[in-house]
């Protein structure tokens, strides 16, 4: 009995014991689990048949992206050392290459052309490139004056402030150069050339004709306002401008001359750089004619006298033959009745 109740409490002391090994922060550590590891890939059967690859699919390949293009530079504009003026002068046209301000903008000046316009010769002053002698100028701005007369090496014109012969083709939106209107304003320039040298037309040749090259100067100033557009100048030098003939000019439609220069409105002439001499002509000798010798009064009746005189026996012989045929005429005739 004795024996059997020490073998019940060892066994309870053993179950004690192990019991507190299972309870967390009592007896033992917990061991730590062992780490995951993967398996190796199986090596394939030594008679297995591979797989084939399934297809793909094509892809297209990127789109290649055009290239932006630089933007490109604002044009450069060099206007000249001048200022609006109501009264230009010779003296203060700059010695640069023209160029100026329209409505409080810078303007190039790229083509200066002088054409025939009706029966005058106008100059064109635009802020466009000539493509060819001959080619239309679009759009863009320009200064267009009809000229006093037909310019020549030398010409200076002046014109006063006043309104008319001619018009500026400007600017009204900065942000939109083509947006243009023509502008009808008091204007005052000076106009100088320097050099003329131009063709007749030719009215055996083309329409449309290049006359020849131009180059001088000029200073023009167009009077604004306050609430309207604003006091716009062109100024500078101009060389080798485009002279043509853009038809047949009204002056040889009419059967009259090139124009003259025109005083009342503008003042200047040709520009005399030496003294000319004086002109002299050759008085043309005076006819002179030879009378007729007078008819010999004698001479003329015998030539009168020789166209009436009669040869009698001549005469005589044609009279009587006459009158022998014409008794056989009537003596015939009596025998035949």
Do not use: H
């Not at 200066?112 to 010769?121: A, H, L, T």
């Not at 802020?127 to 200076?156: C, F, R």
């Not at 005052?188 to 055996?204: C, S």
């Amino acid at each position: 009995m004795k024996s059997t109740l020490t073998i019940a409490a060892t066994l309870l002391l053993a179950v004690a014991l192990a019991g507190c090994d299972m309870i967390p922060g009592m007896g033992q550590e917990p061991q730590q689990p062992l780490p995951m590891t993967a398996a190796p890939p199986a090596s394939p059967l030594p008679n297995a048949v591979p797989t084939p690859a399934q297809p793909q699919m094509p892809v297209a390949p990127p789109a290649p992206v055009a290239p932006v293009a630089p933007a490109a530079p604002a044009e450069v504009i060099n206007v000249p050392p001048y200022q609006w003026t109501e009264a230009p002068t010779f003296e203060t046209i700059p010695d640069v290459a023209a160029a100026g301000m329209a409505n409080t903008r810078p303007m190039a000046v790229k083509t200066v052309v002088i054409e025939p316009s009706m029966d005058k010769w106008r100059m064109k002053i635009s802020d466009k490139e000539l493509d060819s002698p001959t080619s239309i100028l679009m759009g863009g701005q320009s200064v267009n004056i009809d000229l006093p007369g037909t310019p020549a090496a030398g010409t200076q014109w002046t014109r006063e402030m006043e309104y008319g012969d001619g018009y500026f083709q400007i600017g009204t939106d900065a942000n939109n150069p083509e947006a243009t209107t023509s502008w009808n304003a008091d204007n005052a320039w000076v106009i100088e050339f320097t050099k003329w040298d131009v063709a007749e037309y030719d009215t055996d040749g083309d329409l449309f004709q290049e006359a020849g090259k131009a180059s001088g100067r000029f200073a023009v100033c167009y009077k604004g306002s306050a609430t309207g557009i604003q006091n716009s100048w062109v100024a500078g030098t101009f060389e080798d401008a485009t002279v043509r003939y853009m038809g047949k000019p009204q002056w040889l439609e009419d059967g009259d001359k090139a124009p003259a220069s025109d005083t009342p409105k503008t003042s200047g002439e040709k520009k005399k750089t030496a003294k000319e001499p004086a002109k002299t002509t050759t008085p043309e000798p005076e006819k002179t004619t030879t009378p007729e010798p007078e008819k010999d009064k004698d001479e003329g009746k015998k030539k009168d006298e020789e166209t009436i005189t009669i040869d009698k026996k001549k005469a005589q012989e044609a009279l009587d033959a006459a009158k022998n045929r014409f008794k056989k005429l009537t003596g015939k005739k009596k025998k035949d009745d």
